[in-house]
């Protein structure tokens, strides 16, 4: 059984840090390139941040410089860093674990973890 369990959400005042994390089971965890994704009330769900199998990273333009992904396989753990949070920034966060078998892509969702920003 998949399960990815995040975890680290909560209230911040602006300005502030967070860690989420994301650790998952159930998977290989170093085959999969992960990502974090984020849903604020009213609005579609977003990208914010991707890291390959081979640990390469992307950012959404409105985190860059602001929140870092990264990953222990060791742990299989996804964590995103989030510094100088701002209150757009409230949303919940997921994520997602990706990867392609044969030509089959496969997609897992962890439930979400609550972050907001207070101004």
């Known amino acids: 059984q998949v399960q990815l369990v995040e975890s680290g959400g909560g209230l911040v005042q602006a300005g502030g840090s967070l860690r989420l994390s994301c650790a998952a089971s159930?998977?290989?965890?170093?085959?999969?390139?992960m990502a974090w994704y984020r849903q604020a009330s009213g609005k579609q769900r977003e990208l914010v941040a991707t890291?390959?199998?081979?640990?390469?990273?992307n950012y959404a333009d409105s985190v860059k410089g602001r929140f870092t992904i990264s990953r222990d396989n060791a742990k299989n753990t996804v964590y995103l860093q989030m510094n100088s949070l701002k209150p757009e920034d409230t949303a919940v966060y997921s994520c997602?674990?990706?990867?392609?078998?044969?030509?089959?892509?496969?997609?897992?969702w962890g439930q979400g973890t609550q972050v907001t920003v207070s101004s």
């Open positions: 997602n674990a990706e990867t392609w078998i044969s030509i089959a892509r496969v997609i897992y």
């Open positions: 159930g998977i290989i965890f170093s085959s999969y390139n």
């Open positions: 890291i390959t199998s081979g640990g390469s990273t």
